[in-house]
């Protein structure tokens, strides 16, 4: 079962452009992960927010986090054709040895 | 500064063969992970280990075995590949607990079993 689940599926922007993708869980949790997959690749990390924290930054990237609504958002401000990739959000609501991942956001920079 | 590898990268098999897929880390990270990614389901934990020795199962654990004698190995077993296990699979490590720490992953295994 999906603990977090990854909205929308899909979002295409151009070159330049904010993109932001949200995340929503069920149940309560320690900390939340965002994740980017390049196709025909692996997931790299991109940044870890705790449970205490609301808002975290790293480059262009910004996290948020919403225990009160059980979300979380990540933008990516001016975006660049290499962002490019699905994003995933991942959470640990089902214990501290696991994490469990959406289904992810596929987003598409155009030039 | 090699990270963590899978290999095969891809493998087609037949049904009822047994596949094992590998995993090498070179950090000596307590926790290693299998995960299948699946259109439509995203990733899905198959198994995971704490330690060597020590194994678990995930989400997804039936018709798959691991198992981890040394601390940088954690290998996955299809004992009797089938058409629904066609999928990419991919090897996770973390230096602690998932709820404090990044997972790093490998390229994947992309296996289609006939």
């Known amino acids: 079962s999906q603990q977090g689940e990854e909205d929308p599926q899909a979002l295409s922007i151009q070159e330049g452009e904010n993109a932001t993708m949200n995340c929503s869980y069920k149940t309560s949790i320690n900390n939340l992960q965002w994740y980017r997959q390049n196709s025909g690749r692996g997931l790299v990390h991109l940044i870890l927010?705790?449970?205490?924290?609301r808002e975290k930054h790293s480059g262009r990237l910004r996290v948020t986090l919403d225990t009160s609504k059980k979300s979380s958002s990540l933008l990516i401000t001016a975006s660049r054709a290499a962002d490019t990739a699905s994003y995933f959000c991942a959470t640990d609501g089902q214990g501290a040895q696991k994490l469990v991942f959406g289904q992810g956001t596929r987003l598409t920079i155009n030039p | 500064d090699a990270g963590i590898t899978q290999s095969p990268r891809y493998k087609i098999t037949e049904t009822g063969r047994q596949v094992t897929l590998m995993c090498h880390q070179t950090?000596?990270?307590?926790?290693m992970f299998w995960y299948r990614q699946d259109l439509g389901h995203g990733l899905r934990l198959i198994y995971y280990s704490a330690a060597a020795d020590i194994t678990d199962k995930g989400e997804v654990p039936d018709g798959y075995v691991v198992s981890r004698s040394k601390t940088e190995n954690f290998p996955l077993t299809l004992e009797s590949a089938t058409r629904s296990q066609t999928s990419v699979y991919f090897c996770?490590?973390?230096?602690?607990?998932?709820?404090?720490?990044?997972?790093?992953f490998g390229p994947g295994t992309r296996l289609l079993v006939l």
């Open positions: 950090w000596s990270h307590s926790y």
């Open positions: 996770a490590s973390s230096e602690g607990l998932p709820i404090q720490e990044t997972q790093y």
């Open positions: 927010i705790r449970s205490n924290e």
